[in-house]
């Protein structure tokens, strides 16, 4: 039954962020996979988030279509969110305080900048942008960024903790 538990729950895990991201995929700003993904590699850890993250991202590229910036985008973010968040994670060993939410809640807005910030330097070189032309594609990109962040903002500082509670339940149950 272990093993079967160790498919499943990252398998609906990543059903459930593909789900989030399709729903929400028309709000430009508006996302889900951070908290998502922050809380269950939170409770389960780096190996499993990893696993997770990219089953996502090859889920996502099969069914949202390939674009070569956007795959390494999301290869290189996802990665070292889970990394960041896994150490994190390891160091205070999945426990909650409010102190670590908030720590995470930086992190998570931090993060969700540093995606937009990688795009806009990404998408440019691999495109060959002009100067003038990633300039205008910075500037554009910043209008939503300001929505994700405080959509970061907003969902990790009420989403993380129930999320947290109902997969430390089964990330215990799965060990």
Known sequence: ?????????????????????FVL?????????????????YAFGLKKGLI???????LR?????????????YIVYYNVFVIVIGVISKIFKSKYSVKIHALLTVLAVVLTACFTLFDDILTPLMYSYSLSATKIYFIASLYTMVP?????????????????KVLIIFSKNNN
């Not at 995929?25 to 590699?41: C, M, N, Q, W």
């Not at 590229?61 to 985008?73: D, M, P």
Request: charged fraction near 5%.
């Open 148 to 164: 994700q962040l405080i959509c970061s903002l907003a969902t990790v500082t009420t989403l993380f903790y129930p999320l947290y």
């Open 61 to 73: 590229t099969l069914l949202f279509g390939f674009f070569i910036n956007v795959f390494i985008l």
């Open 25 to 41: 995929s028309g709000v430009a700003g508006v996302e889900l996979i951070t908290v998502l993904l922050l809380s269950f590699v």
């Open 1 to 21: 039954m272990k093993s079967a538990k160790e498919i499943i729950i990252p398998a609906v895990y990543v059903a459930t962020l593909i789900g989030a991201q």
């Open 52 to 58: 997770v993250a990219n089953a996502f991202i090859v």
